[in-house]
T-cell receptor, first 113, second 114 residues
Framework: KNQVEQSPQSLIILEGKNCTLQ??????????LRWYKQDTGRGPVSLTI?????NTKSNGRYTATLDADTKQSSLHITASQLSDSASYIC????????????FGTGTQLKVEL | GAGVSQTPSNKVTEKGKYVELRCDPI?????LYWYRQSLGQGPEFLIY????????DSGLPNDRFFAVRPEGSVSTLKIQRTERGDSAVYLC????????????FGPGTRLTVL
């Protein structure tokens, strides 16, 4: 069964600090990996998407890495802002038809003053 | 243009009742997806439409759940004989095609079954 695990489950950091969120997956055969940001009460919004051949991808202060050999990904947030407080969800797609995604449970990030 | 919209935003119902949740996808998006998200969990796939037809309904938990998309645009998720365990946020997403394109999510409908 395809699975996506994320750590930590929750994280509190001070504004301006950096943080790294982790994702391990067992989805096979692998197609792509996405990181989503989900604000409370809102739908998830895509931050980055990486295919098998991509090791890193940035979107502003967000940088995602992918190691397809170890089936691990990380999301690094630089110079955190209060508005970064949200759930960050790692999502993996297999190569099967239908574009079905396997979601992790998310890391709940809180940025404080 | 407008994003994915879902109505109602909140729905409270009693155990055993029937509910309908509506999703308006982004105009021109042929693929539409329904997910269910329980508190503290990631979204869980329910069903995927390509046009009017359900291309994959393997995520529907049981036959109390049914979804339609009669004209290939708006979709309705229908839940019969609701149970307390059905309480969750039901998310809808759409994408331009079904071949792996980015899915754009709506804000969700929070369903509470008392």
């Amino acid at each position: 069964k395809n699975q996506v695990e994320q750590s930590p489950q929750s994280l509190i950091i001070l504004e301006g600090k950096n943080c790294t969120l982790q994702c391990n997956y067992t989805v096979s055969p692998f197609s792509n990996l996405r990181w989503y940001k989900q604000d409370t009460g809102r739908g998830p919004v895509s931050l980055t998407i990486m295919t098998f051949s991509e090791n890193t991808k940035s979107n502003g202060r967000y940088t995602a890495t992918l190691d397809a050999d170890t089936k691990q990904s990380s999301l690094h947030i630089t110079a955190s802002q209060l508005s970064d407080s949200a759930s960050y969800i790692c999502v993996v797609k297999d190569t099967g038809g239908g574009n079905k995604l396997t979601f992790g449970t998310g890391t709940q990030l809180k940025v404080e003053l | 243009g407008a994003g994915v919209s879902q109505t109602p935003s909140n729905k409270v119902t009693e155990k055993g009742k029937y509910v309908e949740l509506r999703c308006d996808p982004i105009s021109g998006h042929t693929a539409l997806y329904w997910y269910r998200q329980s508190l503290g969990q990631g979204p869980e796939f329910l069903i995927y439409f390509q046009g009017t037809g359900a291309a994959d309904d393997s995520g529907l938990p049981n036959d109390r759940f049914f979804a339609v998309r009669p004209e290939g645009s708006v979709s309705t998720l229908k839940i019969q004989r609701t149970e307390r365990g059905d309480s969750a946020v039901y998310l809808c997403a759409s994408s331009l095609g079904g071949g792996g394109g980015e899915q754009f999510f709506g804000p969700g409908t929070r369903l509470t079954v008392l």
